[in-house]
C-alpha cells in the first residue's frame, strides 16, 4: 500500500514541488518522524507527510487546484481521524508487529509544518 500511495501522492506533489521536492520532503518528513518517535519501522509516516503536502499545494484560487486540493483533502482528513482513533484505542497490532499509529500523525503533522515554513519564505521572483 506504501508503494501505490507513494506513486499516486508522489507524482502530485511532483507536479507543484519538482522531482527533488519529492525525495526532500520523503526524507524531511521521515527523519521528523523518527525523530520524535522512540521506534517506527517503514515509509508510512513519510507517505503520510506527502498526503498533507500534496493537499496544502493545491489551496489556491485556482478552481481545478482548488477542487483537487478538496477532494484529496477529504482523503486525507479521513486517514488521519482513523489513525488518531486507531491510537486513541491502543493501538492495532498487524503479525505481532505494532502499527506506528503515531508515525504516521507525525508524518502528517510534519507536511504541515513544512509547508507552513516554506511559505514564510520570500518568493524572490514576487514583485
Given at each position: 500500500m506504501?508503494?501505490?500511495?507513494?506513486?499516486?501522492?508522489?507524482?502530485?506533489v511532483e507536479e507543484t514541488e519538482g522531482?527533488?521536492?519529492?525525495v526532500l520532503i520523503y526524507l524531511?518528513?521521515?527523519?521528523?518522524?523518527?525523530?520524535?518517535?522512540s521506534v517506527?519501522?517503514?515509509?508510512?509516516?513519510?507517505?503520510f507527510g506527502l498526503f498533507a503536502v500534496s493537499v496544502l499545494t493545491r489551496l489556491s484560487w485556482d478552481p481545478r487546484k482548488l477542487l483537487e486540493g478538496l477532494i484529496l483533502g477529504n482523503f486525507v482528513?479521513?486517514?488521519?481521524?482513523?489513525e488518531a482513533q486507531a491510537q486513541a484505542a491502543g493501538g492495532l497490532?498487524?503479525?505481532?508487529?505494532?502499527?506506528?499509529?503515531?508515525?504516521?500523525?507525525?508524518?502528517a503533522l510534519a507536511g504541515v509544518l513544512l509547508v507552513w515554513l516554506l511559505s514564510k519564505i520570500p518568493d524572490p521572483d514576487a514583485k
Amino acid at each position: 500500500m506504501n508503494l501505490f500511495n507513494l506513486c499516486v501522492f508522489g507524482k502530485m506533489v511532483e507536479e507543484t514541488e519538482g522531482s527533488w521536492g519529492v525525495v526532500l520532503i520523503y526524507l524531511l518528513t521521515a527523519v521528523v518522524v523518527r525523530g520524535a518517535v522512540s521506534v517506527s519501522l517503514g515509509a508510512s509516516g513519510a507517505i503520510f507527510g506527502l498526503f498533507a503536502v500534496s493537499v496544502l499545494t493545491r489551496l489556491s484560487w485556482d478552481p481545478r487546484k482548488l477542487l483537487e486540493g478538496l477532494i484529496l483533502g477529504n482523503f486525507v482528513v479521513r486517514q488521519v481521524l482513523q489513525e488518531a482513533q486507531a491510537q486513541a484505542a491502543g493501538g492495532l497490532s498487524i503479525g505481532g508487529l505494532q502499527v506506528g499509529h503515531i508515525a504516521h500523525l507525525g508524518g502528517a503533522l510534519a507536511g504541515v509544518l513544512l509547508v507552513w515554513l516554506l511559505s514564510k519564505i520570500p518568493d524572490p521572483d514576487a514583485k
